[in-house]
């Protein structure tokens, strides 16, 4: 099993956000994470990249315990989030911002030798593999054209494929995706899509919270679903979704019984 | 754009043949060294976005390290760097591991390394026997440097620390952009915009702030030692918040945008008092009203504004 969540809380104050929470991701699938408002669908990605430390519970990454470590840790460790509301380096151009996201494939390269290539007449991060790798990533996520513009100028469907351009910079074994189509436009969500098949076909594990069902049945190979920071529900995402507890979730106790 | 960078340094190189007034070219000297620490601050302030108040603490520690090492142990001022240079780096990676441990960010970084600078200020300012005390000690030697085809000679004489404090700059100028522009620059880049999503990008941002606070302190250190060799005498105030603010003064007139921006702010605050001659007060006013403007009127500096430069990942 690639990651294993057991029992997952955490509190702030007197609110439980999770309450014990467990599932698990094996490799090679796409798990979504259904869950109205507040349900506690980001939380959950934030305990398990590292932002906040769980209250109690278990994380279980390649059989190695990660919970509470900090989130660079669990960067190189190889599992990486994206943020709901994009976070960019606005100052800086498209391709700054993807280059500045090549921090752990040039340290995985390198190792100390990155000190070597601080030589004047080395340059590591000029390394060709790196540029054509940033490259690759920009014309993927169709930032090529815009390479050179501030982050600040970009659309918000262009922030949140940057946000994902640099996740995927990261070369992740698992990338944790906060809401990537919220916000989208159709065409976008097609572009998003054909980024995520790509990812997966490079063997990247998937890990997506969305509130667009459709396009979350459409992706996932299993799904959960939360409420109130309990799992109510897992299984195929259709099942899922067909799931009456679900259901009343999302829409009311109406709905559910109907 | 190659050709024009390196210009107002080989004008800088060549201006003792043509201009042979030692008052203008001391003027020079005292830019250039004070323009190393206002490179060297501009590091960790302006590309990785945390305001140190400790870096006239770590130029002044750099001063007295050098020269208690050279009377006390009777080595040449070279070696004496070695010290002054560890100590450095030892009082840094305290102070820094202190604050970046906390998260303090913003003024509470600057207010904790205040702090610090001034319980440094007050170590040397009252551990006597050693430092003198408000006295101050006196720097009699002066570094030997030995090169080929001029063999060794005392550098002494205003040229010789014209082109001795130049060599200091412009090794200053060349690590920061060495750093700058390799991976460590982009990291810094990633703190000072974004630490949240530093973070996630796997950049352990406690390590590269200790290491730009580490290396911009050095540097500072270097510049102290060259400082009180030139000048011959070393005091207490050398640590002082008015030596921080006028640093950070430089930096914010010359322009953080860039490497060599505070070099030209360094120009300005330290040739304006010569050029206009006024009563200490007044002075004070003056600088006030310039900085003032500066920052109202060209938030990027002199620099910035001119070259309309901006900082690059």
Known sequence: ???????????????????????????????????????????????????????????????????????????????????????????LTIHENVAIASHLRLKRQFGARRFAELLPWRNAARHPEIAARI?????????????????????????????????MMC?????????????????????LEAVLRDLRAAATNLCIIDHKVDFLGRIADRAIALQQGIKIAEGTPDAVLRDPRVIEAYLGRQHARA | MTALRWLPWAALALLPLVLHSNFILTIFIFSFILGMTAVSFNLVFGFTGQLSMFHAAAFGIGAYTTYLSVSLWHVSFWIALLPASALTVAISLVVGAICFKF????????????????????????????????????VLDKPVLWLPG??????????????????????????????????????????????????????????????SFTIANILAALAGSLYAFYTGYIEPSYLSIAQSLDIIAMVLLGGRTSIVGPIVGAFVLTGLPHVIELSAEMRAMLYGLILILTILLMPNGILGTLVGRRRAA
Not at chain 1, 151 to 167: C, F, I, N
Not at chain 1, 172 to 191: C, K
Not at chain 2, 180 to 186: A, D, E
């Open chain 1, 135 to 167: 490259d690759h990533v920009l014309a993927l996520c169709r930032l090529d054209d815009v390479r050179d513009q501030f982050a600040a100028s970009l659309s918000y469907g262009q922030e949140k494929m940057l946000g994902v351009a640099m996740a």
């Open chain 2, 150 to 211: 001029a063999g060794s000679f005392k550098i002494d004489g205003t040229t010789a620390w014209y082109y001795f404090s130049l060599v200091g700059l412009m090794l200053t100028v060349l690590v920061c952009a060495i750093v700058l522009r390799s991976w460590i620059g982009r990291c810094f880049a990633a703190i000072r915009l974004n630490e949240d999503l530093a973070q996630t990008l796997g950049i352990d941002i406690f390590r590269y702030k200790l290491l």
């Open chain 1, 1 to 91: 099993m690639l990651l294993e969540v057991i029992g997952l809380t955490r509190r702030f104050g007197g609110l439980a956000a999770l309450s014990e929470v467990s599932f698990e991701v094996a490799s090679g699938e796409i798990l979504g994470i259904f869950g109205p408002n507040g349900s506690g669908k980001t939380t959950l990605l934030n305990v398990i990249s590292g932002i906040f430390p769980p209250s109690a519970g278990m994380i279980r990454w390649k059989g190695h315990r990660i919970e509470g470590r900090k989130p660079h840790h669990i960067a190189a460790a190889g599992i990486v989030k994206t943020f709901q509301n994009p976070q960019l380096f606005l100052e």
């Open chain 2, 103 to 138: 998260k303090l960010k913003a003024f509470y970084f600057a207010v904790v390394t205040l702090a610090f600078s001034e319980l440094a200020r007050l170590v040397v300012l009252n551990w006597n026997n050693v430092t003198n005390g408000t006295l101050g000690l006196m």
């Open chain 1, 171 to 191: 070369e992740p074994e698992l990338l944790l995706l906060d809401e990537p189509a919220s916000g989208l436009g159709e065409d976008e969500i097609g572009n």
